[in-house]
């Protein structure tokens, strides 16, 4: 079946460090995929998204790129703030049949001055 | 401004109550989802609707009822038979079901 299975947090970094949050999918045919991030006590904001292989998505400094050859879409970012602190959601969403968006468990960022 | 309201930010029912929760959305989007969230959990999906006056079922969607009788409102009944209400329900909309989601602000529901 699909799946989406993110790194588990928290993940603590100091200012300006250098982010990787790990994400990998199963999927039957070419999902689109989302990084979501949700502040606390709040719904889930867009991040950015990638629709077909070798796309990269970007916004706000965080970048992913779609990899099927590793069925992978890891989040980065070059230097974090502590704004940057909150919980980041991995998703697919499927091509086939109806639609079906997949969530990931979500990983917890807590960036330190 | 466009976006997705979700009433009240909190929501405190005794148990056995029937609770509505509210989502409306200014968006011109054709679908919406409910997702309920719990803590250390992904969402999951309770329902979905991708015009008026239809709705699908979700992966959870035991004790729980919608209705869209109009194209920017989708309300949550979650009802007493619902074992486990006590969560954050999220509230979301697209353009269709082949676009990205948008989240309402959630509710969070507790249950006693």
């Known amino acids: 079946g699909n799946s989406v299975t993110q790194m588990e947090g928290p993940v603590t970094l100091s200012e300006e460090a250098f982010l990787t949050i790990n994400c990998t999918y199963t999927?039957?045919?070419?999902?689109?995929l989302f990084w979501y991030v949700q502040y606390p006590g709040e719904g889930l904001q867009l991040l950015l998204k990638a629709t077909k292989a070798d796309d990269k998505g970007s916004n706000k400094g965080f970048e992913a790129t779609y990899r099927k050859e590793t069925t992978s879409f890891h989040l980065e970012k070059g230097s974090v703030q502590v704004s940057d602190s909150a919980v980041y959601f991995c998703a697919l969403r499927t091509t086939s049949g109806t639609y079906k968006y997949i969530f990931g468990t979500g990983t917890r960022l807590k960036v330190l001055a | 401004d466009g976006g997705i309201t979700q009433s009240p930010k909190y929501l405190f029912r005794k148990e056995g109550q029937n609770v509505t929760l509210s989502c409306e959305q200014n968006?011109?989007?054709?679908?919406m989802y409910w997702y309920r969230q719990d803590p250390g959990q992904g969402l999951r999906l309770i329902y979905y609707?991708?015009?008026?006056?239809?709705?699908q079922k979700g992966d959870i969607a035991e004790g729980y009822s919608v209705s869209r009788e109009k194209k920017e409102s989708f309300p949550l009944t979650v009802t007493s038979a619902q074992k486990n209400p006590t969560a954050f329900y999220l509230c979301?909309?697209?353009?269709?079901?082949?676009?990205?989601?948008?989240f309402g602000p959630g509710t969070r529901l507790t249950v006693t």
């Open positions: 999927a039957t045919g070419y999902p689109s």
């Open positions: 979301a909309s697209s353009i269709g079901t082949v676009y990205e989601q948008y």
């Open positions: 609707s991708q015009i008026v006056n239809d709705f």
């Open positions: 968006l011109n989007h054709d679908a």
